[in-house]
């Protein structure tokens, strides 16, 4: 099955495809055993920093390796690209979904390279998913150690993301709703009705909720029902991970062998990777 079939899919039975981040083999798969295990489809993805270290082509190849082994429908997005050359390189390693993120940017420069990015794209591949970003999200894929704030000049405006969607064409959406990057102090408050307005402007393109880490669940699922069909998870796995690689190491202080020192994290990335795709699939009320 395509990937954007999934998505329209997804969109009917108002449900959401968990998209999870790695930059190693091991924390991968962790995210594909979740999946396998509950037998749902899964987005994995590379962001800039992420693909430097594991490598394009080796991340194509991975999600390729795991895709036979597993026979579950697997993609890869190149996540939060800032650059056209940037785009081209996800593209022409074979990503099946890239992410041109030119929020940072100005209106009109943003919407301008996000269009040519779709048009190179789907010249090269006509099934490749393309989402753009609008709206400023703050935060970093961490924990984080002060408040943030959101301020009313940081949210998605549904007129600009109807002129977006109508003039670039992308496939999908990432709005600014509310959600920080990383795990914020206090709790994320979603404005579900904007988004819901932002939704019935721009039609049947998509919208991906980024920075799902730390968002209650009730939020997450309120988000979906209003329009959201895709949600993006990375924190919370660096997390889990790091967490059982301390964990691991401190109660195998001897241990040499890799593969035995990365059991526990890569278990504690499967099941956090569970419980997400839980909770956006429907599974988990």
Not at 129 to 149: A, D, H, M, N, P
Not at 157 to 171: I, Y
Request: proline content about 4%; cysteine-free.
């Amino acid at each position: 099955m395509k990937l954007r079939d999934l998505l329209k899919d997804a969109q009917e039975k108002k449900v959401a495809l968990g998209h999870f981040n790695f930059a190693t083999s091991e924390v991968l798969r962790g995210i594909i055993e979740a999946a396998a295990e509950l037998g749902l489809p899964v987005l994995v993805a590379t962001s800039e920093g992420e693909r430097k270290f594991i490598g394009l082509r080796q991340a194509v190849n991975l999600v390729k390796a795991f895709r036979e082994e597993f026979g579950i429908p697997i993609f890869l997005n190149a996540d939060h690209t800032k650059s056209f050359e940037g785009i081209k390189a996800a593209v022409d390693a074979g990503y099946d979904a890239v992410l041109f993120d030119g929020s940072a940017l100005p209106f009109e420069e943003n919407l301008k390279i996000a269009k040519q990015s779709v048009e190179y794209a789907r010249s090269k591949n006509a099934d490749i998913v393309i989402e753009g970003e609008l709206g400023y999200l703050k935060g970093e894929s961490k924990i984080q150690r002060e408040r943030i704030t959101v301020q009313p000049d940081d949210y998605t405006k549904p007129h600009q993301a109807k002129q977006f969607v109508d003039e670039t064409g992308v496939d999908l959406l990432a709005p600014s709703i509310g959600n920080i990057h990383g795990i914020a102090l206090g709790e994320p408050n979603l404005n579900i009705e904007l988004l819901a307005d932002i939704k019935t402007n721009i039609g049947s393109a998509g919208i991906v909720l980024h920075a799902g880490s730390g968002i209650p669940d009730k939020q997450v699922q309120s988000a979906i029902q209003s329009g959201v069909n895709v949600v993006h998870i990375n924190t919370d796995l660096r997390v889990a991970f790091a967490d059982g690689l301390r964990h691991s190491l401190a109660q195998n202080q001897s241990e040499t062998t890799p593969y035995k020192i990365f059991e526990v994290p890569v278990a504690m990335t499967k099941q956090v990777a569970m419980e997400k795709l839980e909770v956006f699939s429907g599974l988990k009320s």
